[in-house]
Every structure is written in C-alpha cells, then in structure tokens.
C-alpha cells in the first residue's frame, strides 16, 4: 500500500471514530494526537491491522480521555461501535480496533524513542492528516530484518521477535547479543534495588529490638566495607522466577541511572553499564 493509500485509510478510521464518539471536547484532544506503532508498517505490506495506537500528547489530555471513556463504560456502554472492552493503566482498549495509549504520552519523537524495532517508528498526524515515515522504511519491510533500537523492557522486546519470527521476519545474532546485554544491565539494575546493607538487614530480621552498643559497631563496621563497594557481591538475592520476570520486564531507566548514581557518582550508557558489569 503507498504512503497516500495508508493516510486516506487512517483518516477514514479516524472519521469514523469520531463520529460515533460524538463529542468536540474529546475530539479535538484526540485530534492533537497521532496514530504509531505495528499498524502503519503491516499497512504498507497488506498485513492484517490488529489495533490502531493513538497517542495522547499530554498526561492532561490522557485523563481527560480516560475520565471519558470510564464513564461511557459506568453508564452501560452500549453503543453502535468502539465500546470499551477494557481500561488499564496502561491503554484504553475499545471495538472496531481502536486503543488508546495513555501509559506513554508527549509529541512523537518523546514517544517513539522508546520504542524497540526501527520499523515501527512511522508517524501519522491525526490533526494534519500526515504520514510522516520513519528512516529507511521500505528496506526494512522488504528485507524483514528486525533491527533493534533499544528499549526500557527489553525482555519483552526479547520475547516480542517470536511473534515476527513467525511472521517471517529475521533477526541477526547482533541484533538478539544487543536485545541480551540490555537484559543483563536491567538483571542488574533490579539486583541493585533488592541489596540492602547489614544494618538494613538487621533491622528488617529484627524490626522491634534495641541494638545494643557492641552489635551497632559490628553493624557500622560492616557497613562500611559494604559502601566501601567490598563483599556486595556476596550478597544472596532471594528472587523467583515470575518475581525476576516482571522486573526485568518493568524496569525504570531512571532507577537504574539512580542506583548508579548512588554507587557510582555519575550516570552512565548502557555500553558502559556493560563494561562495569563485566
């Protein structure tokens, strides 16, 4: 499908929504917003679409959407089409393919940098009608080679190339050793988060009792070899496996440049964060 077919379908789409949604309010808020992710690339090759991503701008315009949406579901729901099925804090997800994001929200190029695979990161302005494609697009799609760009859930990323996979797609061994590093920075990151000194163990074991003069020199001692950066590695960390999925899954960049900030005194790349791992 060409770049003009994919705009007029998208703007057909979003017609479409807003006339059954029936309210200027929302409507110009949504029109704000702009449409990124799988369905553009599946369009431009014929794929089946599975949902149409709208993204918000604002967090001021994501509760605004939501504070809507909620209360068409509260009052029975029934309407003609796009319905809500389900509302998270993640998304709003309604019929007729139609999901608003409201976990992530600003102008595109703060969104679609989050955003693992190179192929999906096409932009359609819902306000200016525009189709505005991403870098080398077309070779990708031809090729179906995935190309990693990063992402802050790299395990899902990880997890995601069995679904292209099945779709044909490829990926290089580069690729999947990129996807795999950023795994063992975010392992690290989250071992970081479970760490506590030994007095903070000592007191977690024995919230109610009064340390006596001699144990809270052992403890002070000890601490200090722990911020000293000695022995840390010793420590056991006591992580199921679904526990270790989810925050692999889930961890926040922030609090991994806070943690190094905390051990290390300044930020850090992620090549970098590789290196000190090793």
Known sequence: MKTKQVEKLLKGVMTDFFSHIADEKIEKIISHGYITGGCIPSMLIGEWVNDYDIYLISEKHAKAVRRFFQQRFDTGNKYEKYNVSLITENSINLTDKIQIITKFVGVPDQVIHKFDWAHIKSVYDIGSEKLELCENIFQLLMEKELVYTGSEYPLSSLLR??????????????????????????????????????????????????????????????????????????????????????????????????????????????????????
């Not at 975010?186 to 977690?204: G, R």
């Not at 601490?223 to 960390?237: C, T, V």
């Not at 496996?241 to 960049?253: E, F, I, R, W």
């Open 161 to 278: 190339t069995r679904k292209f996979i099945k779709k044909g797609w490829s990926i290089s061994n580069a690729q999947m050793v990129n996807i795999a590093l950023e795994i063992v920075a975010a392992f690290h990151a989250t071992s970081c988060l479970n760490i506590k000194s030994p007095y903070q163990k000592y007191k977690a074991d024995n919230p109610d009792e009064d340390i006596n003069e001699e144990t809270l020199e052992e403890l002070i001692s000890a601490d200090l070899k722990y911020n000293s950066g000695d022995g840390r590695i010793e420590d056991d960390f006591d992580i199921d496996v679904m526990t270790l999925l989810q925050q692999l899954n889930g961890v926040d960049p922030l609090t991994i440049q806070a943690q190094l900030l905390q051990f290390k005194g300044r930020r850090l790349p992620i090549d970098q964060i590789i290196k000190l791992i090793s």
